[in-house]
């Protein structure tokens, strides 16, 4: 359905340069969205595939651990879309303290993203609402050092940003101007909460939805210096979460809107130009179907991955125990050094260290840096299975 454009355009001046900056309507649109047929189709299918992946624990012996790596995995997809050239195992090898291979600034923003996240995820399971604080306080932490520590972390934008082109006057678009930001965040929080912006309650809305609108709005605003993307996208995460379809945040659409970037951007603009929310919504209830059954397969994938290296290992003759004991640390860290995995299992040098050289030889570990000492090994097909889709753009 295509409507007027979802907003106004409000004039301000940048560097004595005049321009006009686009001031989205507060949610929902209107008239509402229209959920027939095809729409309608896609909301139970997507709905249905985020069960599923709700379940995913039922196929792990310790779905934690898949948590820990596919947060990692995808703080670098995310970071990705953003321009870093840095890959999982990059990351992995910063939280062991060693160099990763890509500038430190690209590493230490995809750091950063997992921190956000923990610290949002946290928040909400002590109660915290979803918030214009929440989201200030994530931010701080996603341009904590780096390259955005300078641009006003954990702050909403009191200066004029722009997408595209070398300046406001021929950008691609222009988000609200900085006197604007507050009052449309302020709507944007409402709508979260299920009021209008005077405080009316608003027409339940699946959680689905919700985040399909909110993102948008977030990302049309725009309301920091830097880190936009990065945190619009975790309010997806969060809002699926908070909505109570996900127990743990295990959705993540950076992979298909990498895929489809030039699709995604065209989406936001009809969005903003016609009012075209219908075909947003259909481009993002597919991108959750396809990822959500995405993660399901990696999980069974890594079960799969599991038992067989298990039974391997097992087969192994006289080292099987203290091979397993360290597969076992693999399987939470697939990024090891050995002593850390020494000091893990509490096994001592000498035996860790033998227990490696059996899982190198049956093909399951590998020396990733290529060093005679202080050596890091890697459980390389976990990590394959990771990485997929996760080459830097």
Known sequence: MERDRTGEYGETKVAGEVIRAFVPAPLPPTPPLDLGGERQTLLERATLAIGRLDSVGTLLPDPQLFL??????????????????????????????????????????????VAALEHGMERLGSGFPLSNRLLREMHARLLAGGRGHQKSPGEFRTTQNWIGGTRPGNAHFVPPPPDEVEP?????????????????????????????????????????????????????????????????????????????????????????????????????????????QGAVDTAQRLAALFQADTQRTQAA?????????????????????????????GMSFPTASKAMQGLIELGIARELTGQRRNRVFVYDAYLGILNEGGEPL
Not at 223 to 229: A, E, H, R, S, V
Not at 247 to 261: G, I
């Open 184 to 292: 449309c965040m302020a709507a944007l929080e409402a709508f979260l909460h299920g009021k209008t912006p005077r405080g009316g309650a608003l027409e339940p809305m699946p959680t689905l939805l919700k985040a399909a609108l909110a993102h948008v709005q977030f990302e049309t605003i725009h309301p920091f210096l830097d880190g936009n993307g990065r945190l619009g996208r975790l309010l997806i995460a969060l809002l699926l979460h908070e909505g109570g379809i996900l127990a743990q945040p295990l959705l993540y659409l950076s992979l298909y809107l990498k895929q489809h970037r030039s699709v995604y951007y065209e989406r936001l603009d009809r969005v903003r130009s016609h009012g075209d929310w219908e075909a947003w919504v259909e481009f993002f209830l597919e991108g959750v179907e396809q990822t959500a």
């Open 68 to 113: 820990y790596a596919y947060v990692r995995r995808e703080a670098v997809l995310s970071s990705q879309i953003e321009g870093t050239q840095s890959s999982l195992s990059d990351l992995l090898l910063f939280e062991l303290d060693e160099v990763p291979g890509v500038p430190i600034d690209d590493v230490v923003e995809v750091s950063n993203y």
């Open 317 to 345: 003759g006289r080292s099987a125990a203290s091979a397993l004991r360290l597969l076992n640390e693999l399987r939470a860290r697939p990024v090891s050094n050995l002593s850390g995995l020494s000091q893990q299992t």
